[in-house]
């Protein structure tokens, strides 16, 4: 499947001055980390926003095979330890939120 079942999406803002900081650190330290943490998370991405309604910058994506395992992410020890980081690292120049998605169709493209 092209498209994981559910996934995490925290979009964030940040200051422009800082920006190249920011993803370094979230690219380098905070997405690896993230993907290690969470139990039974099998992958993430980031993405910068093209095009927009100013919303927010960018979009990092967690995937999960299941419900469950989303939920034990978002309600596990491991969350409050990498929010902490992210206020402790990225926080003072920086904003995020949280949304969780669950699919309820994909088509895909004939072969």
């Not at 925290?10 to 920011?22: L, S």
């Not at 491991?78 to 120049?93: N, T």
Request: overall charge neutral; some cysteine; glycine content about 6%.
């Amino acid at each position: 499947m092209l498209f994981p079942e559910h996934f995490l999406a925290v979009r964030a803002t940040v200051q422009p001055e800082r920006d190249a900081d920011f993803n370094k650190w979230y690219n380098t330290e905070h997405t690896p980390d993230a993907v290690k943490a969470f139990p039974g998370c099998i992958g993430g991405a980031r993405y910068k926003v093209v095009l927009g309604d100013g919303s927010h910058q960018y979009v990092a994506l967690y995937a999960f095979p299941t419900a469950e395992a989303m939920d034990r992410a978002l309600n596990g020890p491991e969350i409050k330890k990498l929010l902490a980081i992210y206020d402790a690292d990225v926080g003072a120049f920086s904003t995020r939120n949280r949304t969780t998605y669950s699919k309820i169709f994909e088509f895909m493209k004939p072969a």
